[in-house]
Nanobody
Framework: QVQLVESGGGLVQARGSLRLSCADS????????VGWFRQAPEKEREFVAA????????YYADQVKGRFTISRDNAKNTAYLQMDSLNPEDAAAYYC?????????????????WGQGQQDTVSS
């Protein structure tokens, strides 16, 4: 059973950086694609980035392209989201999710398991 545990969120100043981690404590990382999504207050959950199981294919939302980097270490059953040049518009609860497929997706309904979320706050 997949059990995703996120860490690394917090408060950062504008133009700062954060690195989020998403680990599968259930030990069934498997051949899953991983996605990161975020949700700000009173807004819908939106796609941020996704990575295929092999790590060779990545996708980014336009608003984070060039600033965020998604990666994974399958030996550690962990995925990461490196966030640089953060601005106040990036403040949200960030969620990792896995899709029981090797292929990525930008649609949250296609993901099968979710982490608990990490709140990131960016001060101006």
């Amino acid at each position: 059973q997949v059990q995703l545990v996120e860490s690394g969120g917090g408060l950062v100043q504008a133009r700062g950086s954060l690195r989020l981690s998403c680990a599968d404590s259930g030990g069934t990382w498997g051949r899953y694609a991983v996605g990161w999504f975020r949700q700000a207050p009173e807004k819908e959950r939106e796609f941020v980035a996704a990575i295929s199981w092999s790590g060779t294919t990545t996708y980014y939302a336009d608003q984070v392209k060039g600033r965020f980097t998604i990666s994974r270490d399958n030996a550690k059953n962990t995925a990461y989201l490196q966030m640089d040049s953060l601005n106040p518009e990036d403040a949200a609860a960030y969620y990792c999710a896995v899709r029981f497929s090797r292929l990525t997706s930008k649609d949250p309904v296609e993901y099968d398991a979710w982490g608990q979320g990490q709140q990131d706050t960016v001060s101006s």
